[in-house]
């Protein structure tokens, strides 16, 4: 039996990275972080955002304690 490989692995196997299509940038966190529309994110109301994936579980609670709504990114708020 033929060993299945999700396509994104073997995108990075072949290339060294996953290709992300620039037409899908939802835009840069306060952190610096590039962001695709339908990336978990956390938003401020003050127009804010953080991805959610670059940061830590301990920050993460900070970030919901002092009023960040998890959203997708793209989708309306």
Do not use: C, S
Not at 2 to 8: A, G, I, Q, S, T
Not at 29 to 36: I, P, Q, T
Not at 64 to 69: A, I, K, L, N, W
Request: proline share 1%; net charge negative.
């Amino acid at each position: 039996m033929k060993d299945l490989e999700h396509p994104d692995v073997t995108e990075v196997n072949r290339t060294g990275g996953v290709n992300r299509n620039d037409d899908h940038i939802y835009g840069t966190d306060a952190l610096g972080n590039e962001v695709f529309v339908g990336d978990e994110i956390y938003w401020f109301d003050d127009g804010h955002y953080y991805l959610v994936e670059a940061i830590r579980e301990d920050t993460k609670e900070v970030i919901r304690t002092f009023g960040g709504q998890l959203h997708i990114a793209g989708r309306t708020i």
